[in-house]
C-alpha cells in the first residue's frame, strides 16, 4: 500500500462502522429439519409457551435440547426506522429502503440449555444499537467493541440468579437455576432497545421472539455449542478490523486487494472488446487456448466471449496474482466458464505431480499436528493451486459444488468416469443433496465440496472421513452416518493422538465406504497402486504430449490464417505494382522505338543537309583572287554571295546535328531507364513468386486447422461477419482437441487419484487431522498458523470448496493474506463491496463474475446514515455500497470489458457504464424475454444461442394452456397497497388452469413454475395463495429470491395501488433496469404478467415488455374470489 495514499484505509474504516450497522437476521421456518425446529412466539399469542417448557422438547436421556434465542425481534424495516431515527430523528426511510430489506432482525441473542437457563458466555448484542448510542453520545464508534464485550458481561452478572449454582457454562450442567420466562426476555429486549433512543421505547413494534431448537445427542451437547451460537452482528466485521490493523501498520496487502481497493483504470485505458477486434484476436488465440477443459459435450465448446474471458483470466492470473471481472448477463455460461478455469488448474497441480519421480516425493518431512504424525506437501505441487467459489447467494454456491460433482455433469462420451465416486454419494448423503425433483444426486467425483458453516463442514466429514478408530460402546455405531445433526460427523471427535496401526471393523461395516476405509484398503495394496501411479502419470504425459500436438496445428492455422490476410494484403499491392511497371515498360518501348524512328528520320536529313552544304560549297568555290582579297581582308561579292549561298543549308545541318545529339542522348538514358523497370520487374515477379509460395504453404496449414473441424481463426474474414454469429461462434477449436482437453483433466483428475491412493497410509493420518479441523474436535490442540497446511491436504483430494462469504472468515480461521490460490466469487452482483474484503485479502488471485444489471446488495443501513458516514470518512461515493458492489469495485479495475448504455430511452445522455470481460451469448430464454431483456439492459448487445441453421431463433418446445406470453391487464378496485386481490385472483385461475393441465416440454416432465414479484408484501400474498390453495411445485418470492434460478414458466405480479397511492413504489421498480431484467429472464419458454397496464406500461422499461406482449384486457372486481369451474378461462380470452 502508498504509505502516502490512506484512501484504502478510510474505506476500510468506513465499511466497518457501516457493519456496525449491519441488521443481523433471524432464522425462520425454512430452516427447519428434522433435528431443527424454528419457532416464533408471541406473548399473547397462540403460540406463548417457550420451548423449553413444551412437552415435545423435554429432554431424554438419549438426546439433549440447546434453544438459541433471539429477543426484540421485529421486521428489518421496523429496526432500520429505529436506526436511522435513533441517530436523525425527523427522517424516515425512502422507498428505495424500504424495498431493498426484508425478513427479520434482531436485539440480543443467547444460547438458553434444555431447562431454560442461559449460558452466559453465549449472550450477543445487536452492534447496530450500541452504534446509534455510541455515535450519539460521542460521535464515533471506535468504543463499540469494548460495549458489545460490557454488555455481555453484564448479561452473565443477571445470569447468576437463573445460572447452575457452579456458575458453569456447559449447556450439560444440571438444571439448577431458575429458567428463563417471558418477564426476563421482554427485560433483556428492553435493555437493547434503550440504546436506540427515545423513539425506540415508545415504538409500538410487533415484538417477538425467535427460538431455535436443536436436538442433539446427549454425548455430543457440549460440541455443538459451537454451532448453535454461530450467530454474528456483522459475518464481516473481524475480517475489515483485521485489514485496518495492517492499514494502520503500513503493511500491504497482496496485489488482488490492493487493487480491489486502488484506484480505477482511467477511460483511455479502457478497451472495449466487442469493438476492438484486434484485441479480441489476441484474447481468443490459440496460443492462448487452456490445455484442459471440463467434460462437456465437445459439440458444444466456448464461443467468443467466453473463450477470451477464460484465456484471460488464466493469462493474466496464472502466473502471478490480482483480480479481474467478468460480466454474465442471465443465461451467458458463467457457470461453464468458471467449470473450465478450474479443470485448468487442476490439471496445471497434476502437471507438477508428473514432475515427481516417485508418489511418496509428493510430501515433506513428518511433523507433529495435534499430537499426530503430519506430513505436509510439497510447496512446490500444492502452491496457489486451491479453490474456492463462493458468494452471498446460496444458491450460487450451491449451483457450483453440488454441478460439479454430478455425473450429469460430464458428458456421456467420456463415461466411465470416477474420482472416489462413492464418497461423493456418501457426502451427498450425509449433507441431503438432492436434484429438483427431490431425488438422490449420482456423483462422478470429490471434485467440489460445500462447507461453510458449521453444520455443513460436519455432514461433509461425515460422508467423507468416516474416523471410528476406538470400538463403540453403545448402539451408536449402528446409526446411520446421515442422522446429521444427531450423528453429525461426530464421530472424528474419537480421534485420538496417535496414529496407531489401525484395526479391522469388527463386524464388518456394510456402510458405503469413505475416504478413510478407501484408503485403509488401498494401503493393504500398496506395489499395485504404485504401478498404478506410474501409468497414470504416464497417461497423463501421453494425454498432455497429443493436445499440445494438436493445439500447435491450430496455432500453426492462426498463424497462416494472419498471414494470408497480412499477405493478400501484400500480394495486391506487388500485383499492382507489377502491372505499374509492366505498364510503364509498355509504354516506354513505345516511346523508345518512336525516338528511334525520329533518329533515323534525322541521320537521314542530316545527311541531306550535308549534302546540300557540299553542293553549295563546290558552286562557289574561291578563286586566287578571293583568296588574296580574304587574307587582305576583304570580300568579294562572290564570296558574299557564297557566303549567303551557304548560310541556310549549315544552319539547317547544325540544328539537325544539334537535334539529333539531344535524342540519342534521351535514346540512351530511355534504354537505361527501361532496363532499371525490367529489373524491377523481374525483381517483383520473383517477390511474388515467392509470396505465392507462402501462400500455398500458408493455405496448407490453414487447410490443415479446418481439417481438425475447426470453423474460424481470428482472420478478416471471421471479423467481416456480423455480430451475432461472431458471438455464437468459437475460434480456433475443434470438438476433437475439446474432446482431447476434456480427456487431458480426467487424466489430470485420474493422476490425482493414484497419487492418494499410492500414498494412502500418509493420506489416512493427514485428513485423520484435517477432519479433526473440519469438526473442531482439535480446536484446543491445532494453532491458526498450521491450519494453511491442512487446507493444502483437502484441496489436494478436492480441488474446490465453496462457502458463502458469511462464514468465509469462520471457515478459514488462521488462513492469512495469499493463502488461498484462487478465489471465484460468483453473483458478485448482489455482494456488498466490503463482503468480500476479507477473501480476496486471503487469495493470491480473485475471479469476480457477476452482473451489475441484476440484483444489488441487500443493505440494511439506512442511506442517509451511511451517506453521514461516508462524508465523516472524506470517502467517494463509489465505495458506498448503497450503490456499488464487488462486481462494480473489480469492473472499475478491469482493462478488458464493454461499456453498456443503460439509458430508459435515446435521450438519456451519456449513461454508459463499464463492464468487465464481457459474456454475451444468451442460451436460455425465449423471445419476447431475451429480446426485451437484451434492450432494456444491454443495449442490444446480447446474442440468441439457441438458433436453427439458418441462424433464427430457436424455440424450447413446449406446451402451455395458458398460450404464448402475454400480459394479463387487471385494472384494481381491490387493493391494500402493494397487494391487489384482482390481480390475486388472476394468478389464482392460472394456476388451476395449469394444475388441470400440466405445462409440458420436450421430455414431458410438468414444467417448473415460479410466482415473482418486486415487492414483499405481494410475494407473501402470492405464497399464501399458493399455500391456501395447495398448489404443489410452485416457487414464490421477490426478485431477489430467484437470481441464478430459472424455470420454463414465470408468474411476474406486479402489484400496487393505482394512483399516486402506488406512484412511489412503481418509481421504486422501475428507477433501473435491473429488477425487471431479472424477473424476465427467470422465464425460459413462457412469462406472464399480471397488472394493470394504465399504471405500469408507460414507465422506463417496463414499456419495453409492454409493447412485446400481447395484451389479454380483464375485468377489474368481477373476478370470483374462488372460479366456478365454467368460468371461461382468461386463456381463452
Not at 484398503?521 to 498432455?544: G, I, M, S, T, V
Not at 587574307?631 to 548560310?647: D, N, V
Not at 380483464?1114 to 378461462?1129: G, N, R
Amino acid at each position: 500500500m502508498n504509505n502516502t495514499n490512506d484512501e484504502p484505509l478510510r474505506v476500510l474504516r468506513f465499511w466497518r462502522d457501516l457493519e456496525i450497522f449491519n441488521i443481523p437476521t433471524t432464522p425462520t421456518a425454512k430452516d427447519n429439519t428434522p433435528q431443527i425446529k424454528v419457532t416464533t412466539l408471541r406473548r399473547r399469542g397462540p403460540q406463548s409457551t417457550l420451548p423449553w417448557h413444551r412437552e415435545e422438547f423435554a429432554p431424554t436421556e438419549p438426546h439433549a435440547f440447546l434453544h438459541v434465542v433471539y429477543v426484540g425481534v421485529a421486521d428489518v424495516e421496523d429496526l432500520a426506522r429505529l436506526v436511522l431515527r435513533g441517530i436523525l430523528p425527523n427522517d424516515d426511510l425512502s422507498e428505495r429502503e424500504i424495498q431493498r430489506v426484508s425478513g427479520q432482525g434482531w436485539l440480543a441473542a443467547f444460547v438458553v440449555n434444555e431447562h431454560g437457563v442461559p449460558l452466559p458466555s453465549s449472550y450477543l448484542a445487536a452492534s447496530y444499537a450500541h452504534g446509534v448510542d455510541a455515535f450519539r453520545e460521542t460521535g464515533t464508534l471506535e468504543n463499540v467493541n469494548a460495549r458489545l464485550q460490557r454488555a455481555q458481561e453484564e448479561f452473565a452478572q443477571r445470569c447468576h440468579r437463573l445460572a447452575p449454582a457452579n456458575g458453569s457454562d456447559d449447556p450439560a450442567a444440571s438444571s439448577s437455576g431458575t429458567a428463563l420466562r417471558w418477564e426476563d426476555l421482554e427485560a433483556e429486549r428492553d435493555v437493547v432497545c434503550a440504546l436506540l433512543g427515545e423513539g425506540a421505547k415508545k415504538a409500538t413494534l410487533d415484538w417477538r421472539v425467535v427460538v431455535r431448537t436443536i436436538r442433539i445427542k446427549r454425548s455430543k451437547l457440549k460440541d455443538n455449542q459451537e454451532a448453535a451460537t454461530e450467530f454474528l452482528n456483522s459475518f464481516y466485521l473481524d475480517d475489515l478490523d483485521r485489514l485496518i490493523d495492517r492499514a494502520e501498520k503500513q503493511l500491504p496487502f497482496g496485489a488482488a486487494l490492493t487493487r480491489y481497493l486502488g484506484a480505477a483504470i482511467k477511460p483511455e485505458g479502457r478497451i472495449d472488446i466487442l469493438t476492438e477486434h484486434a484485441t479480441m484476436a489476441q484474447l481468443v488465440s490459440a496460443v492462448r487456448l487452456p490445455s484442459a477443459r471440463w467434460p462437456a459435450p465437445s459439440k458444444y465448446p466456448l464461443v467468443l466471449a467466453q473463450q477470451a474471458a477464460v484465456a484471460e483470466v488464466l493469462r493474466t492470473l496464472s502466473p502471478d496474482s490480482g483480480i479481474l471481472g467478468v460480466n454474465g448477463p442471465p443465461g451467458t455460461g458463467k457457470t461453464t466458464l468458471l467449470c473450465d478455469v478450474i479443470a485448468e488448474i487442476v490439471t496445471e497441480r497434476a502437471r507438477r505431480i508428473a514432475t515427481l519421480d516417485k508418489p511418496a516425493a509428493l510430501f515433506e518431512e513428518p511433523v507433529q499436528m495435534a499430537g499426530m504424525k503430519f506430513s505436509p506437501l510439497k510447496r512446490a505441487v500444492i502452491d496457489g493451486t486451491s479453490i474456492v467459489v463462493t458468494s452471498n447467494n446460496n444458491n450460487a454456491v450451491k449451483n457450483i459444488t453440488q454441478e460439479l460433482p454430478a455425473r450429469a455433469k460430464i458428458s456421456r462420451e467420456f463415461e466411465p468416469v470416477a474420482y472416489f465416486d462413492e464418497v461423493i454419494r456418501e457426502i451427498f448423503r450425509a449433507q441431503k443433496v438432492l436434484d429438483d425433483e427431490k431425488q438422490p444426486i449420482d456423483g462422478w467425483g470429490i471434485i467440489a465440496a460445500a462447507l461453510g458453516n458449521v453444520g455443513n463442514r460436519r455432514s461433509f466429514a461425515t460422508g467423507f472421513f468416516r474416523d471410528e478408530r476406538k470400538a463403540k460402546q453403545s448402539t451408536d455405531a449402528t446409526t446411520p452416518a446421515t442422522d446429521a445433526p444427531d450423528d453429525d460427523g461426530d464421530d472424528a471427535a474419537e480421534a485420538t493422538t496417535t496414529n496407531d496401526p489401525i484395526p479391522p471393523a469388527e463386524p464388518r461395516d456394510e456402510r458405503p465406504p469413505t475416504m478413510k476405509q478407501i484408503l485403509e484398503n488401498a494401503n493393504e495394496n500398496y506395489p499395485r497402486y504404485q504401478a498404478e501411479w506410474k501409468a497414470a502419470k504416464r497417461a497423463f504425459l501421453d494425454a498432455h504430449a497429443e493436445v499440445d500436438k494438436q493445439r500447435a496445428v491450430l496455432v500453426a492455422a492462426e498463424h497462416a490464417a494472419r498471414e494470408l490476410d497480412r499477405s493478400r494484403v501484400q500480394r495486391e499491392t506487388l500485383e499492382a505494382s507489377i502491372q505499374t511497371i509492366a505498364d510503364t515498360i509498355a509504354a516506354g518501348e513505345q516511346d523508345l522505338a518512336a525516338s528511334r524512328a525520329q533518329q533515323t528520320d534525322l541521320r537521314a536529313l542530316m545527311q541531306s543537309h550535308q549534302a546540300v552544304l557540299a553542293q553549295c560549297e563546290a558552286a562557289y568555290l574561291p578563286s586566287l583572287w578571293d583568296r588574296l582579297m580574304r587574307w587582305l581582308g576583304r570580300e568579294t561579292p562572290r564570296m558574299i554571295a557564297r557566303r549567303q549561298a551557304l548560310e541556310v543549308p549549315t544552319r539547317a545541318l547544325s540544328e539537325t546535328t544539334a537535334t539529333l545529339s539531344a535524342l540519342s542522348r534521351e535514346i540512351v538514358q530511355s534504354e537505361a531507364a527501361l532496363r532499371r523497370e525490367r529489373e524491377r520487374h523481374q525483381a517483383l515477379s520473383r517477390e511474388l513468386a515467392a509470396l505465392m509460395r507462402q501462400c500455398h504453404a500458408h493455405q496448407q496449414a490453414l487447410d490443415a486447422g479446418y481439417a481438425t473441424g475447426a470453423k474460424h481463426f481470428p482472420n478478416d474474414a471471421f471479423w467481416s461477419l456480423p455480430s451475432d454469429i461472431r458471438h455464437r461462434a468459437s475460434i480456433a477449436v475443434s470438438a476433437a482437441l475439446d474432446h482431447l482437453r476434456a480427456r487431458l483433466f480426467l487424466a489430470a483428475v485420474e493422476l490425482h487419484r493414484a497419487t492418494i491412493l499410492a500414498n494412502a497410509g500418509k493420506f489416512i493420518g493427514n485428513l485423520r487431522v484435517v477432519n479433526g479441523m473440519l469438526t473442531n474436535t482439535l480446536q484446543d490442540k491445532l494453532p491458526a498458523d498450521q491450519r494453511p497446511r491442512l487446507w493444502d491436504v483437502l484441496f489436494f483430494v478436492v480441488p474446490v470448496v465453496s462457502t458463502t462469504l458469511a462464514s468465509f472468515d469462520r471457515l478459514f480461521v488462521g488462513m492469512g493474506q495469499d493463502s488461498i490460490g484462487w478465489l471465484l466469487i460468483d453473483e458478485a452482483g448482489q455482494a456488498t463491496p466490503q463482503s468480500a474484503a476479507g477473501a480476496i485479502w486471503r487469495s493470491r488471485r480473485a475471479v469476480i463474475v457477476g452482473d451489475p444489471l441484476q440484483v444489488e446488495p441487500v443493505f440494511t443501513v439506512p442511506l442517509r446514515l451511511t451517506e453521514a458516514l461516508r462524508r465523516r470518512h472524506q470517502v467517494d461515493s463509489a465505495w458506498s455500497p448503497a450503490d456499488e458492489s464487488v462486481q462494480t469495485l473489480t469492473d472499475r479495475i478491469t482493462p478488458f470489458g464493454s461499456w453498456v448504455s443503460t439509458s430508459a430511452d435515446d435521450t438519456g445522455g451519456d449513461t454508459r457504464i463499464w463492464t468487465g470481460m464481457p459474456l454475451r451469448t444468451h442460451r436460455r430464454c425465449d423471445d419476447p424475454m431475451f429480446s426485451v431483456a437484451n434492450r432494456i439492459a444491454y443495449a442490444g448487445q446480447m446474442v440468441q444461442g439457441r438458433v436453427d441453421d439458418a441462424g433464427q431463433p430457436l424455440p424450447t418446445p413446449f406446451s402451455c394452456v395458458l398460450g404464448d406470453s402475454a400480459w394479463f391487464d387487471v385494472a384494481s378496485t381491490r387493493v391494500r397497497h402493494p397487494v391487489s386481490e384482482d390481480e390475486l385472483d388472476v394468478l389464482r385461475q392460472c394456476l388451476t388452469a395449469l394444475r388441470r393441465e400440466p405445462a409440458r416440454g420436450e421430455d414431458n416432465k410438468p414444467a417448473g413454475v415460479y410466482v415473482i414479484s418486486p415487492f414483499r408484501k405481494v410475494a407473501n400474498a402470492c405464497s399464501n395463495l399458493v399455500r391456501r390453495g395447495k398448489f404443489d411445485g410452485i416457487d414464490v418470492g421477490t426478485v431477489h429470491t430467484f437470481q441464478g434460478k430459472e424455470a420454463a414458466i414465470v408468474f411476474l405480479v406486479l402489484g400496487t395501488a393505482p394512483g399516486q397511492q402506488g406512484a412511489g413504489a412503481r418509481a421504486w421498480a422501475t428507477g433501473a433496469p435491473n429488477l425487471l431484467n431479472v424477473a424476465i429472464t427467470r422465464a425460459k419458454c413462457r412469462l406472464y404478467v399480471i397488472g394493470d397496464t394504465q399504471q405500469w406500461g408507460g414507465l422506463d422499461y417496463v414499456s419495453e415488455l409492454y409493447a412485446a406482449l400481447p395484451v389479454v384486457r380483464l375485468p377489474s372486481s368481477t373476478q370470483p374470489s374462488t372460479p366456478a369451474e365454467d368460468t371461461p378461462s382468461l386463456f381463452d380470452a
